[in-house]
């Protein structure tokens, strides 16, 4: 085993998709494996955000065709996620790394939930991760080498009101993570989760909006309470860890979620004054 050395954390070579990356955390985990050394793959669902992800890659000082390459896909789509892999085995080269990202959520209460909205959520956060991993597995275990890393969240392991698909889909990403990691791990493939905790992007956007009377929306001063920090994340600080994760320095780690929540997890809450 070579002695530890910084190299190990090079993602120099690797080619790595990020679904759904066209902002949010998956542009932010993007940015940050082209910092280490990757090329990036990302895709969204049609022309016009695909269009808007490009511009900020462009923004952010990638080369289109070099540095990264953007491809229309709805990760919920097998035969287009199968069409997919084919261009990006052609124009980028085989996966090394997947983040599986792409994610929707339904805040409605269970009651009044229905059926098709439940499956809408589980289709995108748990079909859709299975579909992609089993897509790019035959070029890792070809490659007899390669890392999955799902975004799981604190809802892997915490319900709350409103969110009962959203739950029970990161719940199974979880377990689909040490599922992969444990039926994948002889051909040198791993596959971990990294657990955001609140983390201000366009999906909790609703949860953090100033109210009529200009006082912060009562769920900001919730998770401020239930954050040790007292703060909301930003995506930037998931970057460790995913280039971690992502990089031989983690060959070690396995089916293993890596809570990045500012302590949330271990917090029973900022008690009264
Ligand atoms: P976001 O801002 O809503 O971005 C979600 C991304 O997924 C968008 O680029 C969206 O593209 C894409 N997407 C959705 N459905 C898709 C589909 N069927 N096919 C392809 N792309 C699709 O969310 P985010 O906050 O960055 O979250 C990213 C991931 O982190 C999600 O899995 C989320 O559950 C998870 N997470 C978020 C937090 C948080 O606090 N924000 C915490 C824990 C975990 P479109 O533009 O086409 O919609
Ligand atoms: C919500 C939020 C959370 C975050 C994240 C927390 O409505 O509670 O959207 O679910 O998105 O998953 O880890």
């Excluded at 997919?84 to 090394?96: F, L, M, N, R, S």
């Excluded at 098709?116 to 991993?133: G, M, Y």
């Excluded at 929306?217 to 998931?238: C, M, N, Q, V, Y």
């Excluded at 060959?251 to 949330?264: F, K, P, R």
């Amino acid at each position: 085993m070579a002695e530890f050395n910084m190299k190990m954390f090079d993602l120099t070579g690797k080619v790595a998709w990020v679904t759904g990356a066209s902002y949010g955390i998956g542009f932010a985990i993007a940015k940050a494996l082209h910092t280490a050394g990757a090329k990036i793959v990302f895709n969204d669902r049609g022309q016009e955000q695909l269009d808007n992800g490009l511009k900020n890659y462009k923004e952010a000082g990638f080369e289109v065709g070099k540095d990264v390459f953007g491809y229309i896909c709805d990760v919920t789509d097998e035969n287009a996620v199968q069409e997919t892999v084919k261009k990006i085995e052609k124009e980028a080269g085989t996966v090394d790394i997947l983040v599986n990202n792409a994610g929707i959520i339904k805040r409605i209460p269970m009651h009044e939930m229905k059926a098709e909205e439940f499956r809408q959520v589980i289709d995108v956060d748990l079909n859709a991760p299975f579909i992609v991993s089993k897509a790019v597995l035959p070029g890792m275990m070809a490659k007899k080498a390669g890392k999955i890393i799902n975004i799981c969240s604190m809802m892997s392991e915490l319900g709350r009101e409103t969110v009962s698909a959203y739950a029970a889909a990161k719940g199974g990403l979880k377990m689909l993570t040490r599922n992969i990691s444990s039926e994948y791990g002889e051909f040198n493939i791993q596959c971990n989760g990294i657990g955001p905790g609140y983390i201000a992007t366009p999906q909790t956007a609703p949860l953090r909006e100033t109210q009529p009377d200009g006082s912060m929306h009562p769920f900001d001063s919730f998770i401020r309470a239930k954050t040790p920090a007292g703060r909301w994340l930003d995506p930037e600080e998931l970057c460790g860890a995913a280039v971690f994760l992502a990089s031989e320095a983690s060959n070690a780690v396995n089916g293993h979620i890596l809570y990045v929540d500012g302590g949330i997890l271990a917090y029973i809450g900022k008690q009264p004054k």
